[in-house]
């Protein structure tokens, strides 16, 4: 149901006494620890004034907005993304709009693959190395928590969910014509205002445009195959391998399933093979447009068809960016087999693994050193180990079986559709994963929160209009 979420004000005031204590506290942890590790003093004073600016309004779907915003900005306080961070405050105007927003809790069958996931890294902090590191890292899973938990409780909303996702398009667009300026300009390989994570984020809104795309008719269909070639000629203009695999890869999923279950897109199984088909025709003449304006994207691309293998050049540097992460791999992989049970600690291989590399010195100070180990599954073997990376491969498998089976018992309409498009994203996500490991920290595993959050949204949408019993 689409509950209203008022504009509102603090109820009383020791309502406002108590979110001012909260506020002055969490600016106080903030600046001593930016302080403590030489983060920036411009980005505390962004960070405070955001959250300040959130209080003032008191306004959570604000705040979830201003979240999917912070997606887009590169910008790290000490060693947390802006998002991580933001979520908290986040948390903050929940507290306050708890009540004008109806809050009730909800059942899914995610909270028990969640809570098992949870439980099985615990164990990891045991072998940290560095206990206070990975401690403070686990505020990411804190914004994970933070990020799904709330999404869920306010994305019943059909026309917030659409607000939600407007905003994470409309900044996809934007960043990519931004990688399209600078590379006139010259940049040899541009991220935009957005960085590095924009090359999953645009992958994603590549795949979720096409499924709307899918959804629609008409002009309606053609405005979102311009804006999916649009942010496609960005993502190409990255020249980012990983995540034009992973994209495509979704793409394949998501039209296989259509041409099963036609009914959700009420089209015939053909139509959809030959719109999926046109789809991809389209990125390949997309592809050769972006090697027009940057030869270096048709290097990168036919690097894709060599063998890896780790070359290593006389003067000490590797021949691709593939080899380099070999490297990481074997260390990554050599960390797990020192401690294959409960691994080395969670979230601290990147302070660690010198204690695992079995290479020259100049190798692992130039492509191991302070960097995570690249792959998630690898990294919950190795940060977490048998038992840690089991709890999380049961949250992994029991979120997939739980989008399709939503898409499959919603009804035809919003809701389905809605259903569809987060399946998109979540199996972007999944199939990434054997790329990245950027959905365990930072800026993914918060969007990977709001997404799970969108989901259980839908699926409690999904029960207000059936007599289904809650899971």
């Known amino acids: 149901m689409d509950s209203a979420l008022p504009h509102s004000i603090f109820a009383d005031y020791s309502e406002r006494l108590l979110v001012l204590i909260l506020v002055v506290a969490l600016s106080i942890a903030f600046t001593i620890l930016v302080i403590s590790t030489g983060g920036s003093w411009p980005g505390v004073l962004l960070l405070l004034g955001t959250g300040l600016a959130i209080l003032a309004i008191s306004n959570l779907r604000l705040a979830l907005v201003l979240l999917i915003a912070s997606l887009y900005w590169d910008i790290h ?33 995610l909270h028990l693959p969640l809570g098992v996931f949870l439980i099985s890294i615990l ?21 994970f928590i933070i990020a799904f938990g709330i999404t869920a409780v306010i994305a019943r909303s059909i026309h917030f969910r659409w607000q939600l996702g407007t905003v994470f398009i409309v900044f996809a667009v934007a960043n990519s014509l931004d990688i399209l300026r600078m590379t006139i300009m010259g ?67 998501m039209i296989v399933y259509l041409y099963y279950r036609p009914e959700v ?29 940057n030869p ?3 290097r990168k691309a036919t690097e894709l068809t060599t063998v890896p293998s780790l070359d290593i050049k006389k003067i000490g540097a590797v021949s691709n960016s593939i080899s380099s992460r070999l490297l990481i791999w074997d260390t990554a992989w050599r960390a797990f087999l020192s401690h294959p049970w409960i691994g080395i600690g969670i979230y601290s291989f990147p302070q660690s693994s010198q204690n695992y590399a079995r290479m020259p010195k100049f190798l692992f100070q130039r492509y191991v050193k302070g960097l995570s180990p690249h792959q ?31 898409i499959r018992l919603s009804p035809k309409g919003p809701i389905q559709e809605h259903a569809l498009l987060v399946t998109a994203g979540l199996t972007y996500c999944v199939i990434s994963m054997f790329f990245t ?30 007599a289904e019993p809650a899971c």
């Open 187 to 253: 940049a040899s390989r541009p991220f935009g205002f957005g960085g590095i994570m924009f090359v999953d984020y645009s992958a994603m809104a590549v795949c979720l445009c096409l499924a709307v795309a899918m959804l629609k008719t008409g002009i309606s269909r053609l405005r979102f195959l311009m804006i999916a070639s649009i942010i496609a000629l960005g993502l190409i203009l990255t020249q980012t391998r990983n995540t034009w695999i992973s994209g495509l890869a979704t793409l394949i999923v």
């Open 265 to 293: 897109v009420s089209m015939r199984p053909r139509s959809i093979a030959f719109l999926g088909g046109g789809a991809i025709s389209i990125l390949l003449v997309i592809a050769l447009l972006a090697t027009a304006i």
């Open 123 to 143: 164990p990891s902090l045991i072998n940290s190395s560095w206990l206070f590191y990975s401690a403070a890292k686990m505020l990411n899973l804190v914004a």
């Open 437 to 466: 490991d950027a959905w365990l920290w930072g800026q993914g595993i918060v969007l990977l929160g709001v997404l799970l959050g969108i989901l259980v949204g839908v699926d409690n949408g999904r029960k207000a209009t059936t």
């Open 376 to 406: 998630t599954y690898l990294a919950m073997l190795a940060e977490t180990g048998i038992i840690g990376a089991l709890g999380f491969l049961y949250l992994i498998l029991s979120v997939v079986r739980f989008a399709f089976r939503t």
């Open 296 to 298: 270096r994207v048709e």
């Open 77 to 109: 306080l000490s060693i947390f993304s802006s998002s991580v961070l933001i979520s908290l405050l986040v948390l903050l105007a929940f507290i306050v709009d708890r009540e004008r927003i109806g809050w009730r809790s909800s059942s899914s069958q």
